[in-house]
């Protein structure tokens, strides 16, 4: 008989029938009726040519033949076990190291306590945050997992995650500034604002957009380089700048000052690649942080009338 033939069910019967001494009993330890056990043993004994058991009134005795294969079914019985119980140990195992990659605004603002407690949960695993200005290719290896503002559903369908809420862009300043000016309400009014532009190469072509067809370009009075630079601005007082609305309206400094446009198709995604999804470490991270950022988009968002100047 060939080795590729072998029904590892075969071995199980084999062996219940050899410690039992009896297909009744063997049945029992395995939940089955006898006649299946019975059945079975008789298949196998076909299937490898040889006879295995005495068939005895007082039950089965294993024959000369059998008794020289019971050794060898309890060591793949042995294998068989130590091999599931690997498997699963790799299964619950989430130790190692993640990549994870966001925009910076959202790495200096909502990320920090969710990784402080995924750390204290998952003490095994090592996360690395990448706030790099152009794209991680998550295909490619150059990360595990990604938060990601998209349009609709992310196109690259190699990708799979989770949607974690809309997130459409629109314009915030901070509070101080809001008590000290009146609430712009049209375009026109925003001219007599400064804005404040740039936020490295992930934001700044999105917001340029933005600018042009409100035809503000010409209003930015201050470009930083990153999106930390951008951020502080803004809470420093120094003017307006447009910021994802899922992490400003969540700022307790920031006040919106115009609605997003209307339709605005923008959403934050969790996302990793389909070879990923399944191992211990990533799914761990996919889940904590799902689990979170879900929970804070049920937080409604900052009064934003509250503090304008009349």
Known sequence: MAAASLDWDDLKYFLAVARTGSTLGAGRALRVSQTTVARRIAAFEEKLGLILFERR???YAPTPAGEALVARAEAMEAAAAAFAEAAGAQSRDASGSVCVTMLELYAVTIAPPILRDLHAAHPG???QLDTADLPRDLGAGEADVALRGVYGMPEDRSLVGRRIAPDPWTLYCSRDYAAAHARPRSA???RQHPIIGGGGEKIWPMYRAWLRR??????VTIQHSSGTGLLA???AGAGLAVLPSFLADR??????CLEPIAGDPAELWLLTT???RHTPRVRVVMDFLAD???RLARVARTEQDEGWAA
Do not use: F, M
Request: net charge neutral.
């Open 57 to 59: 009134q007082a039950g």
């Open 125 to 127: 695993l090592r996360v």
């Open 188 to 190: 026109a009014d925003l």
């Open 214 to 219: 409100h035809r503000l370009e010409e209003a």
């Open 233 to 235: 601005a803004v809470r």
């Open 251 to 256: 700022d307790p400094e920031l006040v919106r």
């Open 274 to 276: 389909e070879r990923l």
């Open 292 to 294: 979170r950022l879900t």
